[in-house]
């Protein structure tokens, strides 16, 4: 069924439903029954048990009547998804006309229409196959546009760190419910905005591009928290979206804090508890948190599953 979706480009015949949790403007949905299928298997003792695993499923992006990309994505948002790829492979410009974003859930395609004639073929013959899980990938030259980037000198305060990490650690999401999947939260001050979720990393910045596009929200005072590694494909996309600040629970590529250095972009990892590391953009710390009143992560709120971290 082709649905035309409800975004700020115009009403069609149904919407994509948004959650809305405590004070996320968009928040994860573990519950949601096309996300997850129950699965039964025999656990370490031979005994039967049955878990719920992480659907994936193919989505091929359109620009008008071209065909761009086929990305593996659990299927939620598909709009967003597809004007932030497009929007972070500079397919979309900051000031597009995007007449309208239409999805077919039988076919499991979603076309996005602008009012601009695009033609995309150089970059288009020219593609890189990144690290990020369900295989990312990137056309043209990857650093292509970071030379123009100029990140504003924003100030991070610790203290919202600590705060942004122990909400979003605490937030019902599939990446606590099943695993096998990666999360990255659009946050400002201590308040996390908008958590999106996918089996790719590249797939939830993506997601969160796209919101960002299509509500014109502004980056210069916005962190990106991710659960995944912090990679050359994670820092470009960052940077290039006109965010400042990339924290991650997880650890980093050698290129991707090379990258970060060049662009002026801070860059924080290993967010566990009290501890962090940063490796580039330290400027922007505001050490104002007492480190000793922070209490250690509780275990429960660890990823369950497995999922390339």
Known sequence: MLFSIATRFGRGKQSVTRLDVGEYIIAPDPGAARLTRAVTGTDHLGQPTDIRVVEERPLTIFLNSREIVTAMTIGDYPDYLALGFLRNQGML??????????????????????????????????????????????????????????????????????????????????????????????????????????????????????????????????????????????????????????ASRSGFTAWGVEIARQVGLTLIGRMRGQRFVCLSGEERLVRDADVAAVPEEDGRYRRKGAGGA
Not at 189 to 204: K, Q
Request: aromatic share 6%; proline share 3%.
């Open 93 to 246: 410009g900051p000031e597009e006309e995007v007449t309208g974003v239409d999805f077919d859930d039988e076919l499991d395609t979603v076309v996005v229409r602008t009012v601009r004639e695009t033609s995309f073929e150089d970059k288009l013959s020219r593609k890189t196959r990144t690290s990020g899980c369900a295989v990312g990938t990137v056309f043209g030259d990857m650093m292509e546009g970071l030379d123009r980037v100029k990140l504003p000198a924003t100030r991070v305060k610790t203290s919202e760190l600590y705060a942004l990490a122990h909400k979003i650690n605490r937030t019902p999401s599939l990446y606590l419910e099943a695993g096998a999947i990666h999360g990255t939260v659009l946050c400002q001050g201590d308040r996390p905005l908008v958590y999106m979720e996918d089996v790719g990393r590249h797939n939830a910045v993506d997601k969160i591009a796209g919101w960002m596009f299509s509500e014109r929200v502004a980056a210069g005072d916005k962190l990106l928290y991710t659960t995944g590694r912090l990679t050359s494909e994670m820092v470009i996309k960052t940077a290039l979206m006109g965010i400042p600040v990339l």
